[in-house]
């Protein structure tokens, strides 16, 4: 098989391991399936949110936790109810963005050690949220980048797969990323974004589908538009 077969095979198993975690959303289309993708939202301002549907968890007990260092500002484990998926919701107050106290934590990574993505020396300032009878919840806050990566149970792609997030002016604010389990480590969803950005301009930030011409598989760029479809 010479290199540019390879290349393909790569590429269609990639894609073939996503539509295998991201499935459930599918169009009755063989030729051109698209998989639709979580509802991420940041909304900017005072307070800055991020709320994040986490679809096939099987949450049903709900939890509110403070972060700690940061006045006011708490992460909020919302139970699935019927056909509504569980969500994580994370709310900072503005204030607290810009907090030295924090930033004196040990920098932290994703579980097992791997970098986080499309941030600078992959690690920030981070503090575990312990949430009962499910995985940690991880709040992360950097001098440009805030983060939250919240884990997932069930089979994981053997990808990593980033799609950024921007305004309605087409900005970009920031960037989801699906973790995949490795080593036993957690997989799940870490969503980052310019908390200057996100505290200055009123409005909120989601996965357009021009998000979706400017994805990256293992840090190689790809065009997933005929792949995913998002919400709007």
């Known amino acids: 098989m010479n290199t540019k077969n390879l290349y393909k095979a790569g590429r269609m198993m990639a894609i073939l391991s996503l539509i295998i975690v991201f499935g459930g959303a599918w169009k009755c289309n063989w030729l051109n399936p698209k998989i639709k993708l979580p509802n991420v939202k940041v909304t900017f301002g005072d307070p800055v949110t991020l709320s994040l549907p986490l679809s096939g968890q099987e949450i049903t007990v709900g939890a509110k ?7 006011g500002a708490f992460v909020e484990l919302i139970p699935q109810i ?13 204030k607290v963005f810009d907090n030295p106290a924090f930033r004196l934590r040990d920098p932290g990574t994703l579980p097992g050690g791997r970098p986080l993505p499309k941030v600078a020396e992959g690690k920030l300032p981070a503090v575990a949220l312990e949430v009962p009878q ?3 919840i991880v709040f992360y806050l950097g001098l440009e980048v805030a983060g939250l990566f919240a884990p997932t149970t069930g089979k994981e792609p053997d990808v990593q797969l980033t799609l950024p ?22 997989g799940g969803y870490f969503v980052s974004f310019n908390w200057n950005l996100a505290t200055t301009n009123p409005g909120e930030a989601i996965i357009h589908r021009s998000d ?21």
Do not use: H
């Open 82 to 94: 019927g056909n509504v998926p569980a969500t994580v919701f994370l709310s900072v107050p503005a």
């Open 65 to 71: 936790l403070d972060v700690p260092d940061l006045e």
């Open 212 to 232: 979706l011409a400017n994805a990256s598989i293992e840090g190689i760029p790809y065009d997933l538009s005929e792949v995913f479809e998002t919400s709007e």
């Open 134 to 136: 499910w995985n940690n």
């Open 165 to 186: 997030i921007s305004d309605n002016s087409g900005r970009n604010i920031g960037f989801i990323t699906r973790i995949p389990q490795e080593n036993g480590a957690n």
